[in-house]
């Protein structure tokens, strides 16, 4: 069970006291920001993808005017993240790339996802071109490199159901990247949780850097979402029963199932109250606000 609480982040508020596994609606930077230092074993998440979706609210993540503004409000939320993550544990962050818009101010919507139409989608980034991959996932993970973190390991996930393309000029993108950043050089690593069959289903080896995962739509969801499969590595390496992983861009709340079925705590973080409403309904959440008795928060 968890509690959704909904935050404000004009206000001057206290920290907030953790207390089992918990939903908090607001801004992503705003809210990690008033978590206790070094409370956090572990963070998963998926932030949005530049210039691919309106999620048609204010403080959105995705829409900024230019590539470097996008990168570096990430990288603000990431410091946070940072700061509460505590000193032995591991942050898995998946992020997409794109390809320049060309300029072209609008993107069409398609027949099978409606909600990728556009009215407005950000200009070609000064010194790219016309056609070019964005190169997002690396841009994003050196900035953070850059900033403090230990950049550990690069992770394709390959898609086997990767959705077609229609272009013939390169190969159909079928992969994404999860990037495994750590807070100090030793960390909480559980290898022997993830170890896989070898190739002659003989024996075992240490888990490899290319997951061979199906993306898996949840039906309730008008977005992407995490496949659980993708998750449960994160967890199992990083964690132990009990510990808190947080998500604070928790979207249809699948971070939250893994951690409910693995016996964790989750924080999850989302501004659109509609994906609050979703995620609740999926977790059955407890609905709430500042100064539910529970959660402390007032």
Same mark, same amino acid.
């Given at each position: 069970?968890?509690?959704?609480?909904?935050? +404000?982040?004009?206000?001057?508020?206290?920290?907030? !006291?953790?207390?089992?596994?918990?939903?908090?609606?607001?801004?992503?930077?705003?809210?990690?920001?008033?978590?206790?230092?070094?409370?956090?074993?572990?963070?998963?998440?998926?932030?949005?993808?530049?210039?691919?979706?309106?999620?048609? =609210?204010?403080?959105?993540?995705?829409?900024?005017?230019?590539?470097?503004?996008?990168?570096?409000?990430?990288?603000?939320?990431?410091?946070?993240?940072?700061? =509460?993550?505590?000193?032995?544990?591991?942050?898995?962050?998946?992020?997409?790339?794109?390809?320049?818009?060309? !300029?072209?101010?609008?993107?069409? $919507? #398609?027949?099978?996802?409606?909600?990728?139409?556009? @009215?407005?989608?950000?200009?070609? *980034?000064?010194?790219?071109?016309? %056609? #070019?991959?964005?190169?997002?996932?690396?841009?994003?993970?050196?900035?953070?490199?850059?900033?403090?973190?230990?950049?550990?390991?690069?992770?394709?996930?390959?898609?086997?159901?990767?959705?077609?393309? @229609?272009? %013939?000029?390169? $190969?159909?993108?079928?992969?994404?990247?999860?990037?495994?950043?750590?807070?100090?050089?030793?960390?909480?690593? #559980?290898?022997?949780?993830?170890?896989? @069959? +070898?190739?002659?289903?003989?024996?075992?080896? !240490?888990?490899?850097?290319?997951?061979?995962?199906?993306?898996? $739509?949840?039906?309730?969801?008008?977005?992407?979402?995490?496949?659980?499969?993708?998750?449960? *590595?994160? =967890?199992?390496?990083?964690?132990?029963?009990? #510990?808190?992983?947080?998500?604070?861009?928790?979207?249809?709340?699948?971070?939250?199932?893994?951690?409910?079925?693995?016996?964790? !705590?989750? =924080?999850?973080?989302?501004?659109?109250?509609?994906?609050?409403?979703?995620?609740? %309904?999926?977790?059955?959440?407890?609905?709430?606000?500042?100064?539910?008795?529970?959660?402390?928060?007032?």
């Amino acid at each position: 069970m968890s509690f959704i609480v909904n935050e +404000t982040a004009n206000e001057t508020l206290p920290e907030i !006291n953790l207390i089992g596994s918990m939903i908090l609606r607001g801004d992503a930077y705003h809210i990690v920001s008033r978590l206790p230092k070094e409370s956090v074993q572990c963070v998963i998440t998926s932030p949005p993808y530049w210039g691919l979706r309106d999620y048609k =609210i204010d403080g959105q993540i995705g829409l900024e005017g230019t590539l470097s503004q996008f990168i570096n409000r990430l990288v603000a939320v990431f410091r946070e993240v940072h700061r =509460i993550l505590k000193i032995n544990g591991t942050f898995w962050l998946n992020i997409g790339d794109g390809y320049t818009s060309g !300029n072209r101010g609008w993107r069409a $919507p #398609d027949k099978k996802n409606p909600a990728r139409a556009m @009215s407005v989608r950000p200009d070609t *980034p000064e010194g790219l071109k016309p %056609k #070019d991959l964005l190169g997002i996932p690396w841009r994003l993970a050196l900035a953070l490199q850059q900033d403090g973190w230990y950049l550990r390991s690069d992770i394709v996930w390959n898609k086997p159901n990767a959705m077609p393309e @229609s272009v %013939k000029d390169r $190969p159909t993108r079928s992969h994404e990247y999860v990037f495994l950043f750590t807070k100090s050089e030793n960390y909480y690593y #559980d290898y022997t949780a993830v170890l896989e @069959s +070898t190739d002659d289903g003989k024996g075992k080896r !240490n888990k490899r850097s290319v997951w061979d995962i199906n993306t898996e $739509p949840y039906k309730d969801a008008h977005f992407a979402t995490f496949p659980p499969k993708l998750i449960e *590595p994160c =967890i199992l390496a990083g964690t132990k029963k009990g #510990d808190y992983v947080l998500d604070p861009f928790f979207g249809s709340g699948t971070v939250g199932v893994v951690c409910e079925r693995m016996k964790r !705590n989750y =924080i999850g973080i989302e501004l659109h109250p509609e994906y609050v409403a979703l995620a609740a %309904k999926r977790l059955g959440s407890k609905n709430g606000n500042r100064r539910d008795k529970n959660v402390d928060c007032p």
